[in-house]
C-alpha cells in the first residue's frame, strides 16, 4: 500500500519530519512518500497560506507519477481536503480531523496546542465543519511559529508543554492533540510531562488511512465530493514559475 | 467610492451581469468596477473550483492598479473571503453572507435556492462557519448548472419559483436567497410569484460594503484576519499560463 | 427617505444623542426623526422596562403622523421589534441585531460591552433569538448604569474601555460593539484605546435601514410577521395619562 | 395557598376555561384566583397582540389587591413571564415553559399543537430562550384561531388529533403538548385518539407552582430577575381608557 | 400515594437520609418507600459502579411487594432511569433532572454543585442527554467523595458553599443545584451562604412524581419507553450471592 | 496483539457472526477474541437490555482469563463503553462510535440504518453524547428485529436497503452505516445496491483498536476514566445463576 503525504508548506526539512513521523507510524509492507508543493509559502499561518497550500497540495498530488492508495494532508488546520476529495478516487485523510477523531476514543474531551494565537481561529473553524468539535476543551496557542519548532526544540516542547497543562487543568482536557504537521515526535515529551495521552495527527491520518484502504472504503461520489463536472479551467495545472 | 466586485469564475459575461446588478444597487456615487479572474473554471460548481477560485480572486484583486475602497467576493457559497481580509486593509463583504445577513432583517427563517444540488453543502458549509445558520430554513438546489442559468433563463427561472415555493410552504422559508452570483436580476420574478422578498447577495453585499465604508469601519487586524507574516512565498503572484 | 429612529426611553437628551449618531451615520438625503416615547421609564435595564418600552416605541411610531420609509428602534437588548414589524410594512431594524450583523463582517468574533450586569442575559438572549449569537465571543458588563453614561463620561469611557480590552485579550473578541443605545458616541475613543473595531448600533442600523428600502425590501408578511387580524383590543392606544 | 392565573387575553370565558383546569389540577387546600387583564386583544395570536398581553398581566398582577403565593402566566408562547418575575417575590410559572418541563418526564421527544400557523415562531422562539427545545420534535399548527377553540370544539378536537397523530407518526414525538390555554380540557380527548400523554399547560403550571411554594423556592434575585432599579416612570401603572 | 425514593448505592444510611429529605417535601397523604438496592457500590463514582447501580435499582424496585405509584431515582447524574420507564407504568423522576428542571423555573442560568471532579463529566452528559443543559452555567465540584458529605459535614458545607459561590460569581449562575443525592439537608445553610435559591434533587424528584400522579400523567409507551419485548433473558432477576 | 470482541447479547451464533466480520477486518497477526455473555438478553433492544448488557459486558471481558490488548464493544447503540474504559488499561472501542468516526471520512453526511424504531432514539442519544451528531443525517430502522436478521437474511437485506436508498434520496446522507452488529457481512450487499459506501462498525472498530495499540495510545486516566475507587463492591462478579 502506498500513501502519499503530502506537507502542505514548501519547507523540505519539515516534510522529512512528517515522513519520519508517518513512517513510525504506518504498519509492515505501508510505503510512505513524502510530497513537497512547489509552490506556496515556507509555512503556513494564516488564511491566504492555507488556501494557496489547499491548490498547492491538489497540484503535488496530481503531478504524482505513480499509482497511490491514500492522501494524507499533513497540514493542521488547513484548507484543501475537499478538493482532494473531488479530484481522487482513494481515500484523502486530513490531520486535523484524524487526530480528533482519535482523541475521541481516548478521554471525555480533547484539547489541540497549536503554534501562533492566530491559528486558533482556522482550527476551530475547522473541527466546526468537521464535526468534531463537540467534545473539544479548548485550542491552545503555544506562541511560537511553525518554523521556530524546529529552530528551537527545547524551548517548542516548553511551550507546548505548559499550554498542554494549562488545557488538562483548567479546560478539563483528557487528551492532548498536537495541532501541527512539524510538532510531529514531540509527543513522547508532551505525553510524560502532562500524563495524559498525545496524539499526533500524521500517525494517526496514517493509520486511519490504512484502514479505510484495507476495508475498500473511499470517499463516497454520489455527491458534495462527485468528481468536478468537466468543464473549461484556466490555469490547472498551475504553471511553473520561471 | 469605488468597490471592487469580483466575480469568481472566468465567464466575463457572468461578470457583465453581476456588474450590471451591483450598480442597479450602489448608492449615487460609488464605483463600481467588475473583476474576472485571469484564472480558474469557467464556473464554480465544486470545491476543487472554489479554491481555485479563492486563489484567483486574490490575484485578481491585488493585480488591480489602483486604490479601491472595499471588495465584494461575488461567488455564492465559495471560499476565499478570509485570504481577502489578511491581504487587504479595506472591507471584504462575501455575497453569500451578505444575503444570509441581509435576510434576517426581514423574516423569521429564510432560504437559499442554488444550482446544482452538489453545491448544497458548500453553502449550508459557509453559513454555518458565518454563524448565520440558525435562522436558515434550507438550501434547496433547482438543479440547473450556473451556465445554464444564462442560457436558458425561462426554464431557470421555473426551476428557482418551484423551490423557492417548497421552501416557503414547506421549510418555512419567510424569505429567499438567491444563492448564485449568477441569479443576479432574478429577484422580481421570483418576488413576484412567491410573494415573499426575495434577496440577491451581490445587491446586499454593496449596500454592506458602502456602510462599512462610510462608518469609518473595516477588517480587524488583531488576530485571524492579521497580514500574513512576512515570509518566503513560491509562486505568488501566480504566474501566467504561456 | 425618512427614517424614524426610536429611543426606548423617556429621557430626551438620550434621544438626542441618539438622533446625532445616527445623522453622522446616514446618507445623504436620508432624514432622520427622533422619536421618544410617551411613557416608560427614564431608562431600560430590565425585562419590565423592556417590555413597557416594547408597548411605548410601538406608541410612539403609531402615532407619527407623517409618512416614513424606516423604523430603528435604538434600545441595546430590548424587547419589542417583532410587534413592529407586524404592525408595519416598512423595514424595521433593531440596534442590537444591527451590530451584530456588522460586526461579522469585521472580524471572526465580536464582544458586547454594556452597562449593567442584569442586561447581560437580555443581550444573550436577543443574540440567541436572532441567530446572531455563534461568534459573539462575550457580552461584558461595564457596571455603569444608562443614566451615568451621559452623567459620568470620562468615568463611562474607562470602565468600557476595560472591559472592551478584556474582551480582546481574554475572550478573543476582534471586534467591539457598544450595547447601548446611551453609548453614542464612545466609538471613537474605545477604538483608539482598543485598537479594535467598534461598532455603533445605531449607526449599523441607520445605513442598514437605508440599504433594505434603496433595495426596495421590507419584512415579510407571510407568516410570523403578518398583519395583526382584526380583532377586538381594548386599551390601544394606550390613553394618555392625566 | 393562593394562586393567581392569569389569563393574557381579555375573554372572561376563555379565563373561566383556564380556571376550571386550573382548579381541576390544584391539590386540595390551593386556592385558584382567575385574572384578565383590564386591557389587551381578545385573543393572541401574534407579537403585538403578545407584548400588550406582557404589560396587561403585569398590570392585572400588581392591581390583585389580596396576598398571594404564586403566579401562572396562562398564555401559550406569549411574552412577559421575565418581568412579572422582576415585579414579585413569589415563584413564576409560564404554561409554555411548564408544559415543556412536564413532557420530559414523559418520552423521548415531545411536539406541541398550538392554533395559527403565525404562532409556531412564537413557541419555537420561547422554548429556545428557556433551553427546553432540545427534545421538542416539532411546533405543530391545527389552522384554528384561539377564539374558533371555543366556538366549534368538535372541529378543534379533530384538526387536534390529527395534527397530534402526525406528530407522533412523522415527527417521533411521544407526547404531545396542547400549545393554548384555551385547549384545556381537550387533553382527554386527544390521549384517547392518539395513544400518547397529552401535557396541559396550566395544569402543569399549577403543580410545579405549588411544588416550588411548598418547597419555599422563589426566583432568584441577584441578577436578572432583580426588582427593578428605582427610576421614574412614566404611565405605570397603565390608565384606564375613559 | 405511594412514591418509593430508591438510593443507588448500598449504604442505609444515605438512604435514610434521602427518605427524610422526600418525607420532607412530600404532600400529606404521599407515602415515601426508600429502597436500597441490595448489591453495587458502597456509593457512586464513576461509570462503572453507576452501570452497576442501574441494574440494582430496576432489582430493587422490581423486587419491591406492594403496589406503587411513581419512582424517584435519587443518584444524582447516574445511568437507569430510561431502563426503569421500560419496565414500569407508573412515572420515573430522576433527581439529576428534576433539579434542573426545577432550577429553570427560578432563573436564568444554575449551576450543579457535585462531589469529586470525576463525577462531572457523568453529570454533564446527563443533562445534555436529558436536553436540560443550555441553561447549565457550571458543573462544579467540591472535592469532597460521596461519603465524606455524612462523615464531615462541616467541611462538606465549607466545600460546597465555596463552589457555588464561584457559580454565582464568575459562572454567573443564579440557582444552585445540589448535585449529589447526599447532599439532602444542606440546601438552606447553602442558600443562606449564596444568597439564591439551592434546588434538591431528591425534593423536586417528590414533588414532580406526586404532581404527575395527579394529573394522570406516566411515561409514554409508543416507543422509547415501551416494555421490553418478550424474549429470552439469561440472569435477570439477578441471582442472590452467596 | 489480541483483541477481545464483546457481543452483547446471549445469541452465540451472533458472536460467531461478530467475530468472521472482525477477523476479515483485522490485520496479520491480529487475533481475534470473541466474547458472549453469560447473561443477559438474546437480543438487545432497548434500554432494559442495555443496562444489563453493559454490566455483562463488563463481566465478561474481567472474566477473561489471558492477556489481551483492546476491546471492541460490538453492540450498536449499547450503554457501558464508559465502564470498561474505567475498568482497563487497554483501549476499549465501541462500534457505535467507531463507524460514525470512520464515516466521517468518507462523505459529507452520514445516515445510520438499524433494526426496530424504538433503537432509533438509543442510537441517537448515543451519538449525542460521543459529540458525533452533526454530520449524521439520519438513524433509520428497517423494522426488523435483531434475530430475524440472522433468520431471515433476504428479507433484512431488502428492507435496509430500501431505508438506505431513502437516506441517500431524502436525508442527503453520502454513507451508510449498518447500525446493529448483526448486519456484519451485509455491506457488500448495500453498497452494491445504493452506490455509497457502507460501513460496518465491527470492521471499523477492530482497524481502530489496531491503530491505537500500535500508536501506543489508550484511554486517560486523569479524570472521567479513571479506574475505580478503592470500595465495597456487593454483587460483583456477579453470581452465576444456579
Redesign the interface.
Known sequence: MRILVANVN?TQSMTDSIVEQARA?A?PGTEIVGLTP??????C????????A???V?DAVQSYPGPFDAVVQAGYGE??R??L???LDV???DIT?AAA??A??????YSVVTTL??A???IE?RL????????CASVRASGL?VLELEEEPERAVEAIVQQSELA?TQD?A??IVLGCGGMAGLNDQVRERT???V?DGV??AV??A???V??G????K?????A??P??????P?????
Open positions: 514548501t507510524a504498519a512547489r509552490f506556496g509559502a515556507e509555512s499561518e494564516g488564511n491566504f497560506e492555507s488556501y494557496l489547499a491548490i498547492a491538489m484548507h484543501g475537499e478538493g476529495q473531488e479530484l481515500p484523502v485523510v480531523e477523531s482519535t475521541l476514543f481516548l478521554g471525555h474531551k494565537d492566530r486558533v481561529p482556522l473553524d466546526k465543519l468537521a464535526g468534531l468539535d463537540a467534545r511559529a488538562v478539563k483528557e487528551v500524563g495524559v495521552p496524539v500517525a494517526a493509520t486511519i490504512e484502514s479505510l484495507r476495508l472504503l473511499s470517499t463516497s454520489v455527491r458534495t465530493y462527485a468536478p463536472r468543464k473549461k479551467v484556466i490555469g490547472w498551475v504553471p511553473a514559475a520561471d
